[in-house]
């Protein structure tokens, strides 16, 4: 009795061991590593374009960036920015400069985004009279900006529409005349 006993209880072993490595064999089938490289297909081109006239005033800017997708709710990227500005008898200015981003689309239409810029300044005041006859020399102003922005856009497809703050916002530093800014945001 206690040949047949074992040779029963043998043959469960058996099988149990069987069942195991089948399905162990199985999970190392599902979970083969992908070694081709497709990081070119999950990053986007895109940025921005300024270009504005009037009387006596000129301003053109130049902001390329790109993001990478890292799923389809996150994307991080960087960009770059250059600008002109010019108002007739007052100053010329250049402008250039980097930033990092990131994207979070938590539904496909909502786009929230963090953007850290760090641009240099370089303005040149020209010599002027106010409107009360006070003589104003020529002088130069050189520094670094520092902006966080926090926005939120209406996105559809690769277009995002929108308006982003400047939590560190410095009237008396800031290269922009408000914190609030708004945006549209294109990536190929």
């Known amino acids: ?30 979970y083969v590593i992908d070694n081709s490289n497709h990081f ?10 300024g270009l504005g006239f009037g009387s006596g005033y000129t301003n053109v800017s130049v902001m390329p960036s790109a993001i990478y997708n890292i799923n389809e709710i996150v994307a991080v990227g960087a960009g770059l920015q250059f600008g002109y500005l010019y108002q007739k008898n007052y100053y010329e200015s250049f402008v250039w400069g980097g930033s990092l981003i990131g994207l979070v689309n938590p539904i496909p239409e909502i786009q929230l985004s963090a953007e850290l810029e760090q641009v240099r300044v370089d303005t040149q005041y020209e010599a002027r009279y106010d409107v009360y006859h006070n003589y104003y020399p020529s002088y130069s102003d050189s ?29 008396n530093k800031s290269l922009y005349g408000s914190g609030f800014m708004p945006f549209v945001r294109v990536y190929f």
């Open 143 to 171: 520094y670094w900006n520092t902006a966080l922005y926090l926005g939120a856009g209406y996105r559809t497809k690769n277009v995002t529409i929108g308006a982003r703050y400047d939590v560190l916002y410095n009237p």
């Open 40 to 49: 070119w297909d999950k990053v986007q081109f895109g940025g921005g374009l």
């Open 1 to 30: 009795m206690n040949k047949i006993q074992f040779s029963i209880d043998c043959r469960y072993f058996f099988v149990i061991l069987a069942v195991l490595f089948s399905s162990y064999s199985i999970a190392q089938q599902k």
